[in-house]
């Protein structure tokens, strides 16, 4: 008699329960499986604990012998053969096998990060990545059982992106003691060969979700692009799944298991920052508010010319709610209904209007935004009148007049959010010009639907013309609510698909904002070094080395310039010279310089 624990070796694992309870901890294995003893005094089980190498036992145990106490002497087995205890009882807590045992999952993982912390920190099997939403910077140095050198970068992204769920109101670290309230947790469970110098073959990386509240949430996965057998940094944002799930609030300790498949170390970091920078835009992503989950639906024919396995996917359990989920999603602006006439506030008669009391409060707003309307500009009109009167401002003003009446709109009063959304949305299938966009975004507007119908502008912009405006993109960064904010992920896609464009400008400006920042700690400043750390990460390695060249190059001048700048005038040329020629700088293959700039010889 075979009695196989339940696997399910998918790349995205239901919720807990959702999954069969095959297996009970009361009942012994006869029992459970219906059959009769017919006077037998063993029985041979068989025991799958995980997919690491397919490993299982084959134990000999009584015919009253429980799920739980054949796990237990499975377990112990194994223990004494030197195989990893700690592989199954990760995979076990996360869902791969269920086992019921009598612990809820929560108790389960909890279990397993106490003992996992007991390990040496060059363990390079298992990861646990712990955030904290209200300070980024929080993350313990004992739960990252991972090689350091191999993602150095993929920790940041991850952390970055769970510090910028806004639908998440709170994130707990991990600690000694276990979890506490924790809504949200991002780990990497298993990675195998990252330890390996050379390129490997397969690299498996689990991402789970561990959500508490209702909340909805998609991701998107880029894909790097193979150029000659090597992977190129540059990325295809090609959606490799769009997902959304509305995880009941019954089920607050529901898992859900996602898997990336890449081929070098490089590959996984790419995959994983791509997939944290993107995690929140589930806006672009769907369109509906009612989807099938389906595993890899629409890249079956892709995985399998790279050779990816794709296993059978998990059907709808009878036991448990239909897989169709209902999404509250972000509509399109189409989508938007116009406002009747008779809702739109256009201001009452009775009510002072700015510039005194008349009975018909309209002519007056009228007359206040046509005197301060000069030469098609609308700065100088009053806040109250300018949203009173948005429609006529917008037809006077035009585009360009949609920043300031988003400015000036009462964000704290019902419906006007819903208004806001309409207008720009109405100006969105027109061509909205791309400085009416950049104005939307340099603080005009606070709202994530305006903020993203103005990158969606911007991101039509060539590159060429995309320069001309990097500075003041780079500053807008600064009013973004989200780290992962279209803006983010807009510039960061540009300055992967054009690294020497883009990237490095992109790359300067951000470390120009780093600096001019007051606190290096500050939330500001480990934002532009997380965009940072995402465009040297994206962009490949031909971008950091021109990067390092350029740095050693500005560096060097530097030192110069600080070095003769306290001398006399008669002696600072001929020290600068002789400092200079010591040096002897190598100039870099481009300079880090604006491309309007007309560069000559530099006399001394």
Known sequence: VAASAVRTRVPYQLPWHYLPARLTGGASLVEQHGGANHGATALLVRVTFSDFDNVSTTLRVAPTATADEVIRSALRKHAKDDVDEQQFVLKLATGNEYVADGRTPLQRVRAVHQRLLLRSPATPVVAFVAMRRSSVGDLSAKAVQMDRAAAAYSWEFVRAAASSLHTVNHVSAFDAT??????????????DGLTLPEAVTSVTVECALVLGTARPLATRYAEPVAVGGDVEASLTWRTWLDLGIMLPVAAPESLLLLTLVGYTKQDVELRLAAAAFAITDWARCLRTGRFRLRLFERDVELAAERGIEIEEEVPASAEGPSIFLELPVYPEPVFYPLPREDRVDRGTPSRPASGGVSSDGDNDDLAELRRHLGPASLVGAPAPVLWRQRREALALGGPSALSLVVRAAPWAEPGVADEVRFLTANLAKAVLPASAALALLSGGAGDAFVRQTAAFRIAELADDELL???????????????????????????????????????????RVAIESCESPGSVLARRFVLLLLAVLANAGDRLVTCLREQLAFVSALTDVCQHVAPLRASERTLVARQLLSERRLRTPRFLPVDPRLDLGPMHL
């Open 178 to 191: 276990g979890l506490h309230e924790v809504p949200l947790v991002l780990r990497v469970l298993s990675v």
């Open 468 to 510: 001309l405006v990097l500075p003041q993109l780079v500053w807008s960064l600064r009013f973004e609510p989200d780290v992962c904010a279209p803006l983010a992920l807009l510039l960061v896609t540009r300055a992967a698909q054009s690294p020497r464009l883009v990237g490095t400008r992109l790359a300067w400006q951000l």
